[in-house]
T-cell receptor, first 120, second 115 residues
């Protein structure tokens, strides 16, 4: 158990419905990431938060996807008007920002077990 | 921009044999490199990472990887495979940006351990 919780573990929905996933990061972690993983592929970066600020969202797959982290703690990922192509594992990860001598991203990510979405 | 290529979607080795999982990367800036492991029904876990300094990096569970800039490679090795090493392994790269880039993962290599 990495300490990152995701709910639900599995979600089955019909095409056109909206779905929302929740992620609870490790409590002291200020960064939170969402990734998507499809079968046979590695995780694909979607968006990330530093505290409550969403600092990168250009990689969200479409305007049907949105994420929030209202109080800098838990986060939600919503997919509106789901399509069959949205079927995938949605992963959340958190990390504690660490400042090193040169800029860059090099913290250790802690991943949750993911939410498996199936769109019928 | 960065990318990762993992050679071999499946690698099978005998228990006790050498494990070698290959990873080549492309990055326009000096990279940070990672190996993550995913066991069935579990989240990804960091095995090891290269940031700066020593190019041979040791990780958990006896794994190590060597950063070779001239070959743009970051291959993962373990001298003697154990049954518990059976899992999916992902190589990942990040560039600068303080997190804005996120990690770019390879497609993964499924490691099979034969008894």
């Amino acid at each position: 158990d990495t300490g990152v919780s995701q709910d639900p573990r599995h979600k089955i929905t019909k095409r056109g419905q909206n779905v929302t996933f929740r992620c609870d990061p490790i409590s002291e972690h200020n960064r939170l990431y969402w990734y998507r993983q499809t079968l046979g592929q590695g995780p694909e970066f979607l968006t990330y938060f530093q505290n409550e600020a969403q600092l990168e969202k250009s990689r969200l797959l479409s305007d049907r996807f949105s994420a929030e982290r209202p109080k800098g703690s838990f986060s939600t990922l919503e997919i509106q008007r789901t399509e069959q192509g949205d079927s995938a594992m949605y992963l959340c990860a958190s990390s504690l920002e660490q400042v090193y001598g040169r800029s860059g991203y090099n913290e250790k990510l802690f991943f949750g077990s993911g939410t498996q979405l199936s769109v019928l | 921009a960065q990318s990762v290529t993992q050679l071999g979607s499946h690698v099978s080795v005998s228990e006790g044999a050498l494990v070698l999982l290959r990873c080549n990367y492309s990055s326009s800036v000096p990279p940070y490199l990672f190996w993550y492991v995913q066991y069935p029904n579990q989240g990804l876990q960091l095995l090891l990472k290269y940031t700066t300094g020593a190019t041979l990096v040791k990780g958990i569970n006896g794994f190590e990887a060597e950063f070779k800039k001239s070959e743009t490679s970051f291959h993962l090795t373990k001298p003697s495979a154990h049954m518990s090493d059976a899992a999916e392994y992902f190589c990942a790269v990040s560039g600068r940006g303080g997190g804005a880039d996120g990690l770019t993962f390879g497609k993964g290599t499924h490691l099979i351990i034969q008894p």
